[in-house]
């Protein structure tokens, strides 16, 4: 059942993208809604801040449609577009990391307060802690400790444990070899879980 | 494995990428290592906590700021295309006039590259100026087009002449050693030489209408015959008038020096089958003929290196009362007009 729900999502995408190559902007549209909340919470799970998040997703639809004459179909278009999503992540991530500090828990260091995680949610201007969800304030702090990791290792978690990507389409994706890959999710998620432990007392 | 190996391994285990040796070592170790047990509920847990977080909720602009830098890109694009890649409704008709431009560019840069018009056309207007103090001054060696006109210019005055032959009858006098007068055509002289000679297209005047300047040609001949004393100058002005032309239709791209040879013999037909043996003796092949009772004309045509052969052979034939030098040149092809008369018109 879900395979054949995957195979018509492939044949809708297949055709929507033939559709753009003649200018069909609707059917680039039909794509952007439906990719949309998908490729900005990847990019946000990598970068970690709400703006620059919005403003990458941006960017990673805007380049998907100049290079969609190149895209020939050997992978599916949502693969095509993680990847193009991942590759500006890094970029951005590499342009900020330079000019600022994150709002992200150091994985050595002790664990900040709870003011310190709703500061770095974008959304948490108003409401007070009290006020927030159990579940959000988890999901607050575990992209907190994501924030931690080095760029290399917060790509592949990701990729891995978010969008749930097999170690050898990760390693496709990034040009990594596949025992890189395994190495660095045991890695990051070992960060992860030493991090959680310090946030949320358990895991 | 040891223990520090395991613990390595722990993620990979969860993920069930070990293989089946490493997959048994694991659990066999987790059973008697209870950190390594925590460890790996912890990591299930981690990764748990991983994948439901669920997603973000974008900005609600989001789609609508993409799609409007779409929209510029996409009118950016079209601009650059429109600018650099004219619409098909321009393209093609643009490409059809560069195409027929470059054809006429490049059969006129051929025609005039060709050394077909440089050499035989000089001894024409040469000829023509001698002949004829009233043509046309104004002939350009090489340019067909302007010699054309001569050929309007003469008609009247050659079918006049015809004209006046024919009223006469064909008993014209002729002036010692020149052209006998034939102004009519003999049906059944054409057939025979149609059915003699294997050139059948050229045999009979029939199919002289087809091709102008070979009509003016033979009929230049008749009237040459038809008014014997005015004969060589106006065989030459004839030929400046109609030789360009038969020359384009004829020979187009190859080299062509002109003769011309006046034959007297006592018989017309067997003269043009011997002029057919001996062309065929020589390489030559008939291009033109237009046979009488009376006499007649054809042309010949034969490389010039087997020119000399050929001549010597027409020379056996009769008596050949005229002759205009041999064309320059050890290479090429001569066409040579053959103008056949009787010497003893058979009684009528």
């Known amino acids: ?203 | 494995m040891d223990h520090a190996g395991i613990r390595d391994k722990l993620s990979a285990y969860l993920d069930g990428a070990v293989t089946p040796r490493e997959k048994a070592l694991i659990e066999e170790h987790l059973k008697t290592c209870p950190e390594c047990e925590t460890a790996l509920r912890d990591l299930r847990r981690t990764v748990e906590r991983l994948r439901t977080m669920g997603e973000e909720e974008p900005p609600p602009w989001l789609t609508q700021r993409i799609m409007a830098r779409i929209r510029e890109e996409a009118a950016q694009e079209k601009a650059f295309r429109r600018r650099f890649f004219p619409p098909l409704r321009w393209k093609l008709p643009l490409q059809a006039a560069a195409l027929v431009f470059l054809s006429v560019t490049v059969y006129m840069v051929y025609r005039g590259v060709s050394p077909e018009v440089k050499i035989a056309v000089p001894p024409v207007a040469e000829i023509q100026r001698e002949g004829t103090p009233q043509a046309p001054p104004a002939i350009t060696p090489g340019s067909e087009t302007e010699q054309k006109p001569a050929v309007p210019e003469k008609r009247p005055t050659e079918e006049k002449k015809q004209d006046i032959a024919s009223a006469k009858g064909r008993a014209v006098p002729r002036s010692s050693g020149e052209a006998p007068a034939a102004a009519l055509p003999s049906e059944s002289a054409r057939e025979e030489a149609a059915s003699q000679f294997a050139q059948p297209p050229a045999a009979a005047p029939a199919p002289m209408p087809e091709t102008k300047g070979g009509a003016q040609r033979v009929l230049g001949e008749q009237g040459d015959m038809a008014l014997p004393r005015d004969a060589e100058n106006r065989r030459k002005e004839e030929k400046s008038a109609s030789s360009p032309a038969m020359r384009a239709k004829a020979v187009a791209p190859t080299a062509m020096r002109d003769m011309r040879v006046v034959l007297g013999v006592n018989d017309t037909d067997t003269a043009f089958r011997e002029i057919d043996r001996i062309a065929g003796l020589s390489g030559g092949t008939i291009v033109r003929r237009s046979a009488r009772d009376e006499g007649g004309v054809c042309i010949v045509r034969v490389e010039r290196e087997r020119l000399g052969e050929f001549l010597e052979r027409v020379g056996k034939i009769g008596e050949v009362r005229k002759t205009t030098p041999l064309p320059a040149g050890e290479n090429g092809v001569v066409e040579v007009l053959i103008t056949v008369e009787t010497v003893n018109r058979p009684g009528r």
């Open chain 1, 1 to 203: 059942m879900i395979r054949e729900k995957n195979r018509a999502t492939i044949d809708a995408d297949a055709e929507l993208v033939k559709s753009c190559r003649t200018g069909d902007l609707r059917a680039f549209e039909t794509l952007v809604e439906k990719y949309r909340n998908r490729m900005f919470t990847l990019v946000y799970r990598i970068l970690g801040d709400y703006d620059d998040a919005a403003e990458v997703t941006q960017d990673v639809f805007v380049a998907a449609w100049r290079a969609l004459g190149k895209f020939r179909g050997e992978a599916l278009f949502s693969t095509w577009l993680t990847r193009i999503a991942v590759n500006l992540s890094r970029n951005r991530l590499q342009q900020t990391r330079t000019r600022s500090s994150r709002e992200a828990y150091s994985l050595d260091e002790p664990i900040p307060g709870c003011e310190k995680c709703r500061h770095s949610d974008p959304r948490s201007d108003g409401p007070s802690a009290q006020e927030m969800l159990e579940r959000e304030e988890i999901r607050i702090r575990v992209q907190g400790c994501i924030n931690g990791l080095e760029p290399g290792f917060r790509e592949v978690l990701v990729l891995r444990d978010v969008e749930e990507y097999s170690y050898g389409e990760i390693g496709g994706m990034l040009g990594l070899a596949e025992g890189t890959v395994k190495s660095r999710i045991s890695r990051a998620r070992e960060a992860i879980r030493g991090c959680l432990k310090r946030v949320l007392g358990e895991i």
